[in-house]
C-alpha cells in the first residue's frame, strides 16, 4: 500500500494484510482513526493481492473507547466512553466512517488483548471473527454513563450473541472476561497473549488460501444488509445519545466512571 497513515500501519504477508492501530496503551479512538482504517479497508477492497485482512493494536487494550481525555497511564477496565469534551467531539461523521468499515468486502479478523469498551466494542464487531486472551475484557458499559449504546452495537451484538445475552450487557453495563466471551460467542478463539496475533494470522491465512471471488461472493451472502442496518442504527443511536448526554443523570454517569464508583442516578 502506498498510502502512508498517522496512527495505523498497513503490511502484507502473502495474501493476508496486517492494519495494526498505534494509539498505545489502551488505543482510544476519534473521527481521525476511523476514518484512517476505513480508508485502509478501501484500499486493501481494491487489491487483489489481498484476501484477508488482520485488525490488531499495539498496547495494553484493543481499543477502550472514545475517551478523548484519558490518561495515557489510567486502568481502563471501567473505561468512560465519553468524556465531557470527548462527547462533542462525538459527531454523525464518527458513525458516517463506521459504517464505511462495515462496507468492506474483504474478511476481517481481529485479535483481541486487553480492554474492548464501548465503541471499542462496535469496533471489534466489524471483524467476522474475533481472536482473544484470557487478559480481554468486554464491555457495553453505555448505561453506567447515562446514555444509548452506539458504534451500531444495537444490530451487531444480537446479531452474534443473541437478543437476550446482548440485552443483558446493555442494560448491566457489566464487563465480560476472555473465558465468558468465548462461551457465549462474543470471541471464536481463546488462546495465549503470545499467541494472540499468530493465531488471527492463521486464521487470516487459511481463508485466503480459498478462492478469492468465492470468499467475496459468500462473505456478500451472509453480510447482506449489514451495512445498511448498521447505518439506520447508528443515525437512531446518535439521537438518542444526544438528548441523553443533556441529562442529569449523563454528568453523573461520567464522573461516576471516572472515579470508580456506582452511580447515583436520578432520572433526570
Known amino acids: 500500500m502506498d498510502k502512508t497513515f498517522k496512527d495505523i500501519s498497513v503490511t502484507t504477508q502473502g495474501y493476508v494484510a496486517s492494519v495494526e492501530i498505534h494509539r498505545p496503551p489502551h488505543n482510544f479512538f476519534d473521527v481521525s482513526l476511523i476514518r484512517q482504517l476505513a480508508d485502509a479497508f478501501n484500499t486493501l477492497d481494491k487489491d487483489p493481492n489481498c484476501r484477508s485482512i488482520v485488525l490488531v493494536s499495539e498496547g495494553k487494550s484493543f481499543c477502550a473507547g472514545a475517551n478523548f481525555n484519558a490518561s495515557d497511564d489510567e486502568d481502563v477496565s471501567d473505561s468512560t466512553e465519553f468524556t465531557e469534551s470527548g462527547f462533542q467531539n462525538r459527531t454523525g461523521s464518527l458513525y458516517e466512517e463506521g459504517v464505511r468499515l462495515f462496507s468492506t468486502r474483504k474478511p476481517i479478523i ?31 458499559n453505555f448505561v453506567k454513563l447515562g446514555i444509548h449504546p452506539g458504534f451500531g452495537l444495537t444490530v451487531t451484538l444480537p446479531r ?46 487459511e481463508i485466503a488460501e480459498n478462492a478469492p471471488l468465492a470468499i467475496l461472493s459468500t462473505r456478500a451472502t451472509t453480510r447482506k444488509g449489514l451495512p445498511d442496518a448498521v447505518e439506520r442504527a447508528t443515525a437512531h443511536e446518535l439521537k438518542e445519545q444526544q438528548w441523553l448526554r443533556t441529562t442529569r443523570d449523563a454528568e453523573e454517569g461520567i464522573r461516576a466512571v471516572a472515579e470508580r464508583r456506582v452511580g447515583h442516578f436520578v432520572g433526570e
Do not use: H, W
Not at 111 to 138: K, N, T, Y
Not at 186 to 202: F, G, N
Open 110 to 140: 481481529a485479535g483481541i488483548q486487553g480492554a474492548a469498551i464501548g465503541g471499542g466494542l462496535g469496533l471489534s464487531l466489524v471483524a467476522d471473527f474475533r481472536v482473544a486472551c484470557p487478559e480481554a475484557r468486554f464491555a457495553a
Open 160 to 205: 452474534l450473541i443473541g437478543q437476550q445475552k446482548a440485552n443483558e450487557m446493555f442494560l448491566t453495563g457489566r464487563r465480560i472476561k476472555g473465558e465468558e466471551a468465548l462461551e457465549i460467542g462474543l470471541v471464536d478463539y481463546l488462546v495465549s497473549m503470545d499467541s494472540l496475533r499468530q493465531r488471527a494470522t492463521d486464521l487470516a491465512t
